[in-house]
């Protein structure tokens, strides 16, 4: 089963609204990928993290590494109907196959 | 459109019966993966390919599936006298396996429904 968590499942915001979601494992994360699945797609790659404390931002993006490699969040500023989606943390093990979290599905409150 | 590419979108089958699923990878990419997604979960890790080498299989696969990439260009999946817990959304994935960024780029999936 997958060993990677992820909170919350689910996020309603009202349009505007910051929202974060957070991937934790029990074990150290070799690397960690983010993705996004909008409804009805598939996902969609939108950053890799490898280091210690690594934070990468993309426009109102931002995705952390935590300093003992077993956490990550990603964080959206001020939100859009765009957004709307399920994000999913995944471990790229050993540059292998994936092993996605449980995702958080985003929905935007106009 | 030069995407993942995976047929057919939807399959709808009886209980029983082989299905057989393809993908075609975008055509730089070395290497070839095959997920399966149920709803509300994300995607679980089937199997996957390095140029037609299939170098690792999940403990998910049960014998009823085999999935082949015989000219390390387009892939197989085939489930075999299918039950109504493979309805599920099956997806291909396909990256360049080098020392840096391992991105995978899916497909849009092909939706199994065993009826």
């Known amino acids: 089963g997958q060993q990677v968590m992820q909170i919350p499942q689910y996020q309603h915001v009202q349009e505007g609204e910051d929202f974060t979601t957070y991937c934790n494992s029990s074990t150290t994360l070799s690397n960690i990928q983010w993705y996004k699945q909008r409804p009805g797609g598939h996902p969609v790659f939108l950053i890799q993290l490898v280091k210690s404390g690594e934070v990468k931002k993309q426009k109102r993006l931002t995705f952390q590494f935590g300093e003992a490699k077993k956490n990550s969040s990603l964080h959206i500023t001020a939100t859009q109907t765009t957004d709307v989606g399920t994000y999913f943390c995944a471990e790229n093990f050993g540059n292998e196959k994936l092993t996605f979290g449980t995702g958080t599905r985003l929905t935007i409150i106009p | 459109d030069t995407g993942v590419s995976q047929n057919p979108r939807h399959k709808i089958t009886k209980r029983g019966q082989n299905v057989t699923f393809r993908c075609d990878p975008i055509?730089?990419?070395?290497?070839l993966y095959w997920y399966r997604q149920t709803l509300g979960q994300g995607p679980e890790f089937l199997t996957y390919f390095q140029n037609e080498a299939q170098l690792e299989k999940s403990r998910l696969l049960s014998d009823r599936f085999s999935a082949e990439r015989p000219k390390g260009s387009f892939s197989t999946l085939e489930i075999q006298r299918t039950e109504q817990g493979d309805s599920a959304m099956y997806l291909c994935?396909?990256?360049?396996?080098?020392?840096?960024?391992?991105?995978?780029?899916f497909g849009q999936g092909t939706r199994l429904t065993v009826v």
């Open positions: 055509s730089e990419h070395n290497r």
């Open positions: 994935a396909s990256s360049y396996r080098n020392s840096g960024n391992t991105e995978a780029f």
